[in-house]
């Protein structure tokens, strides 16, 4: 259903964007200036504050309308809120054990008698090797030329 509104809103502007036809001039009675459009604008404004004023009856069922299509929302966004929250407590570890297996290592940092923090050894701590990297070839080699 939402599908079928959503084509026709867009059917709709690309309608209304289309070019008209091309070289035809508008009838008089089609051509509007600033101030009219002004005026019309003004007007449709003060019919619809008057909408009240005539239909009271519209206005009480309209009004109850809003409420519960707001308190719907506020339901529906609780209760998504409260999903997107469940996924993610599940995801993270719980608080005690990720409070008692995050502790900051470093190769200096040690209690007391040199036992240090986490279980991390020192020999953990030291970074792994790495070959060196060599170089590329100068372009002399490449083009089988001598140096100079």
């Known amino acids: 259903m939402f599908f079928l509104l959503r084509m026709g809103f867009w059917l709709t502007v690309v309608c209304v964007l289309l070019p008209s036809g091309g070289a035809k001039t508008p009838s008089v009675?089609?051509?509007?200036?600033?101030?009219?459009?002004?005026s019309l604008a003004s007007a449709a404004v003060s019919d619809a504050r008057g909408f009240c004023d005539r239909q009271p009856d519209a206005c009480v069922v309209?009004?109850?309308?809003?409420?519960?299509?707001?308190?719907k929302a506020e339901a529906g966004a609780r209760t998504i809120y409260e999903f997107i929250n469940a996924k993610l407590n599940d995801k993270a570890p719980s608080t005690d054990t990720a409070a008692a297996n995050v502790v900051p290592v470093s190769a200096t940092s040690v209690i007391g008698h040199g036992v240090p923090k986490g279980n991390l050894t020192p020999a953990?701590?030291?970074p792994a090797?790495?070959?060196?990297?060599?170089?590329?070839?100068?372009?002399?080699?490449?083009?089988?030329?001598?140096?100079?």
């Open 29 to 38: 009675d089609a051509q509007i200036d600033a101030t009219q459009a002004v």
């Open 124 to 126: 953990d701590l030291q």
């Open 62 to 71: 309209g009004g109850k309308v809003a409420t519960a299509i707001g308190h």
């Open 129 to 148: 090797w790495h070959a060196p990297v060599p170089l590329p070839p100068r372009r002399e080699a490449r083009a089988n030329r001598p140096a100079a």
